[in-house]
């Protein structure tokens, strides 16, 4: 078991490394400021390695369902290729599987944000807290920071006295938050 939890939090690293690469390299396309437009054959070769990168995931995972590590890189390949349903459908597969990874629960929360589902994503943001193991706080402070920051959001109107705990909660992990920090002057105030 010990080794199946090694390998996921490798796994994570990684996706979570391939993430912010694919960001940075989005963010650095160069364009044409003339023509205005963008390089096309770039983005062309990108769809397409995704595109076979998620099919070759998908036969792995006809061939053996419960294959864990399979479907979390499938759903980051998703979630790279902006598919937010199937992302979140492959997310709910591997919280089945494995329902006290914390991390499933995390991405499930970033997929409905990008989904513009507010009230999905509060919800599996406060499953994500419920799920991290006292032993794994420490590695996962800054997550766990803002989990909380947007639960505290999230509840500011309704529920002020709850949005106080958790954005004090969030504040504990990460103070050097600035939109913690100023949530939290608003409802201090």
Known sequence: MKMTKMNIRTLLLGLMLTGSLSFVSA????????????????TTTATQSANSAI?????QIE??????????KLAGAYQEASDWTNAIDTWKKISVLLP???PSYYSQAYVYQNMKDDANAKLAYEKYIATVKPEEVEQNKKNLAYAYFYVAFSEQQSDPAKAKEH???SLQYDPTNQDAIKLSQALNS
């Not at 963010?27 to 054959?41: E, V």
């Not at 099919?55 to 036969?59: G, N, P, R, S, T």
């Open 100 to 102: 006290d990874w914390a």
């Open 63 to 72: 061939a053996n369902p419960k294959d864990a590590e399979a479907l979390s």
């Open 27 to 42: 963010q650095t396309t160069k364009t044409d400021s003339a023509a205005g437009t963008t390089n096309t054959t770039a």
């Open 167 to 169: 954005i004090a909660k």
């Open 55 to 59: 099919d070759a995931l998908k036969k």
